[in-house]
Structure formats: structure tokens, C-alpha cells
């Protein structure tokens, strides 16, 4: 069931017509049914799939109580050393094991357990789940008694598409609060939808055949496509994934659910590092709580730190114990999206090396720009960095698509191996699977989308606030003009496959 297709709006036109019927103190039980209804659904009635995810919710919410109950902190140690290891094991084992069978030479196929077991969305619930212990176990958060309320927090339908990965204490509270019927919330989330399928339809289906055509046909395509499909694959899956969300945000907005944001206007990051503070941001915050934090507070990383900083010098030995840190947490964002190298190092190694990079020469940088004479508080540098930090996200970005590591490093051979830059003004560029109707399109939609942003962060409210406050007539002609423009110009009708989302499923 994709989100965009008429299953999934019914589903939730049906929940959202019985929420706001049933008593204030029951409508949590509503989503809790049409949460399990779509678990159902979209695991294809696959029963294997469906009781690991129940077990998996079970055994974090046993984890809780039980170690909540213990007055002995080695046995509370102990359940939820256990019951991490439970958790992501079966992540590990069940949706990135090809990291492991490859080089135990295994063929992946002879194992169809592998991943016909592994229940929809499990990359994201997996992820709140252990959040979930970690803090139940460091006292931070209060454990749920109510295994039904429990069960919504890890099976809550609109999360399993493309997350966000959410904390118990902020969004677990939200899903059984007695929220209150409100116009705005509803035509709120009803525009965001909107705006989602805006950004996938229109923008992100039509790069995908420009990236598809060039990423297929390495051999083919040279030089210049190369670097076009590299460059646009990061607005494709922008529009994809921050689309799905913005639908996902909508239909909570909807039940009067808050979730957290996922993007915070990330083409605006002047350096990689504020990027990803700004791009996937729940990932980021679930790593550096669970995994940089402990990593930097364990005895060996203090050992390690008290080392360095006597050799390098309090500031460099910091840096680099920072830089350790980080190593862990870049490989894990990398494996995280994939089993294989080309997620690996080009989402993961290849960010860290960067980010790590700019923070060992920083001192150095800004020398050589102080020499050069560089202006370095004016607009142009400004706009400097941020193309700078767009091209560095693509770089890596690039091996994303690719079939595997090699495959991404051959793809990037083939850049340099053909100086074609006429391709851009010899109706080339036509030849990709796309008329000059839908380039128009494209523009124009990127156009809408740019100003969008700008409007946003200018104003810094969002663009329904700001489209809110503006005159009735002008609100309308907005909002109608967007549906219109989406119903004619999104790439969909026959043989159409319901545009699934890249991120979704993980």
C-alpha cells in the first residue's frame, strides 16, 4: 500500500471520520486498530513478519517493565544489554546481512528467510524501540504499563513508511492524548499532504527517469550526464523523502498528532557537518544520544582522549577524539541504509572523512582565505559554501543509486573519461526519457519549490503559516492552483506504479 495511492487515503479518510466520533479518551484506540490493520496489510498477510514485529515491540516493552521493577542494577544491566541485542540483531540479521554474507562468500538467495521475514518499516520502529529501553533503563523516560498504548507507539501506521524515528517520551504521549477536533489542524494537514505529493509526482518521478537512464547505462552515458545524474539525484531524493514525510506529517496533523520534523531547510548548511544537522535530523539525534554519546563516555574513549590531548595539545586532541567518535557513527549511518559498501562509504565513510577533514584544517582553512584576501562575511561566500556543501553531499550521495561500490567508482570513471559539455544545447539531454513539456515542467516546479523555501526561511515560520496569514482569495488561488497542477503535470495513468518512495520500507 503506498501512501500516495487510494488505499492509503481511504484508510485514513475512514480512521479520521471514526477518530473524531469516538470519545476523546478512546481515540488512540483507533489508530492503534488502523495501525495494525496497515501492518497487516502491507506485509501481505505474512504472518512470520507480522509476530516478529509484535515480539519485538513485546520484548522492549518487557524490557522496561521488568527492569523498572529491579532494585539490582547488574540484573537491570543485563535485560537491557539483552534486549538491545534481541533488537538489533534481528535488524542486523534480517535486512542488512548482506554486509556479513558477502564476504563469507553466502549467496543471499539460498536464504530466503532472510528478508521475506522482515516486517515493513523495520530499519525506523527497530530504532525507536531501542531508544525506548536505553532511556527507560537510564531513567529518563517512564515506562508505559499499558501494552496496548505500547503497541501503538511501535506500530503507529503513518512511522513505517519513511519514519520519523521518534522518542516514546515525545511522540508515545502524543499518540494517546485526547486531542481536540480543530479545523486549522485538519486543513493543515491536508495541505502538507498536498505540498507532498507536489514534491513527489511532479519533481522527484521526473528526475528519477533522467537518474534511472543515466545510473542503468554507464556505458553510454559519459562525461557530462554523469555529473547531471550525480548532481540531480540529490533533489530527487529530497523531493521523495522529505515528500513522503510532508505526507506522512499531514495525516498526523490530521488525528492532531505533532511529529518531529525530519528537514530543516538543508541546502542552506554552509559546511557538510551543519548539513546533516539539518538533513534526516531524527536519525542523526538517535545516533549521537545512543551511539556518539555512550561511544565518548566510555573508559576508552576517556583514556584514548587524556592521550591525545597530551601529545597534540588540548584543542587538536579533543578533535581527534571527536573524530573517532564519529567514525562510529558514520558507519553505522551508512550501514544503516544498506548492507553493502556503496551505502557504506558513500552515506557514511565519505561524509565522516569530510566532516572530519574540515574540522583537523579548520585553523588552516581560514588562513589561506585571510591570504587570499577572501571576504568571508559577505552574501557571494555565503553562496560559496552552501554550493561548495551541495556538490561535497553529491559526491557521496552518488554511490546511493548505484548497483554497488564498484559500480559507483566505475560510474565516476566514466565522468572523466568524455568532455561532452555540447549535451546541454544539442537537444542531447532529450534522449533521457523526457520531453520538453516535462523539462518545462521541471523547472518550473523546482522554480515554486526554491521560492517555497526561501519564503520559509525568510519569514521562518512554515509555508502553510505564512499562506495562512495572507487574504483569503490569495490563500485559495494558491492552494487550488498547486492541486490543479499536480492533478495534470504528476507522472502517473496507465501502468503507473504508485510511485514508491525510496526511502520507504526500510
Known sequence: MSIISFEFFLMVAIATIIYWCVPPKFRWTVLLGSSLFFVWYVNEGSIKAIVLMLVMVGVAYLSAVISSDLA???????????????????????????????????????????????????????????????????????????????????????????????????????????????????????????????????????????VTTIYDNPDRYLGLYV????????????????????????????????????????????????????????????????????????????TLSGYLRKKLGKKYGKKVTSCVGLFFSWFLIGFWHGGTMNYIFGVGLWMWFIISLSELLENIFKKISLSLGFNTKCYSWELFQRART??????????FPAKGFLSGVKLYRAGFWAK????????????????????????????????????????????????????FMFRWMIWIFLFVFTLLCGKYGPGYNAADFIYKGF
Not at 263 to 281: G, I, Q, V, Y
Not at 444 to 451: D, P
Open 227 to 302: 555529473w547531471i545524474a550525480v548532481m540531480l539525484f540529490v533533489i530527487q531524493l529530497y523531493t521523495d523523502f522529505s515528500g513522503c514525510l510532508d505526507i506522512i506529517y499531514g495525516v498526523s496533523d490530521i488525528f492532531g498528532i505533532q511529529l518531529p520534523e525530519n528537514f530543516d531547510h538543508p541546502f542552506a548548511a554552509t559546511n557538510l557537518s551543519e548539513f546533516w544537522r539539518r538533513w534526516h535530523m531524527t536519525l542523526g539525534n538517535w545516533l549521537k544520544e545512543y551511539v556518539f554519546y555512550p561511544i565518548m563516555k566510555s573508559n576508552a574513549m576517556i
Open 72 to 210: 539490582d542494577d547488574k540484573a537491570r544491566k543485563i535485560i537491557t544489554i539483552v534486549s538491545v541485542i534481541i533488537e538489533a540483531g534481528l535488524l542486523i540479521i534480517l535486512k542488512e546481512s548482506a554486509f556479513f554474507l558477502y564476504r563469507l562468500h553466502i549467496d543471499l538467495n539460498k536464504i530466503p528467510f532472510i528478508r521475506l521475514v522482515a516486517p515493513f518499516g523495520m530499519s525506523y520502529f527497530t530504532l525507536s524501540l531501542i531508544g525506548y529501553i536505553l532511556d527507560t533503563y537510564w531513567k529518563v523516560q517512564d515506562v508505559e504499563r499499558n501494552p496496548f498504548k505500547f503497541l501503538l507507539f511501535g506500530t503507529y501506521f503513518p512511522l513505517l513508511t519513511s519514519g520519523p524515528i521518534v522518542k516514546y517520551c515525545d511522540t508515545g504521549e502524543e499518540l494517546i492524548k485526547e486531542h481536540r477536533f480543530s479545523y486549522t489542524k485538519i486543513a493543515f494537514g491536508c495541505q502538507r499532504i498536498l505540498w507532498g505529493i507536489f514534491k513527489k509526482l511532479v519533481i522527484s518521478e521526473r528526475l528519477s527517469i533522467i
Open 390 to 399: 551541495y556538490v561535497l553531499f553529491a559526491l557521496g550521495l552518488g554511490f
Open 420 to 471: 561532452n559539455p555540447w549535451i546541454l544545447f544539442d537537444g542531447s539531454l532529450l534522449q533521457l526519457g523526457l520531453t520538453a513539456a516535462d523539462y518545462n515542467v521541471l523547472v518550473f516546479s523546482m522554480i515554486i519549490l526554491v521560492v517555497a523555501g526561501l519564503i520559509s526561511l525568510e519569514k521562518k515560520v512554515s509555508l502553510r503559516e505564512w499562506i495562512s496569514n495572507q487574504n
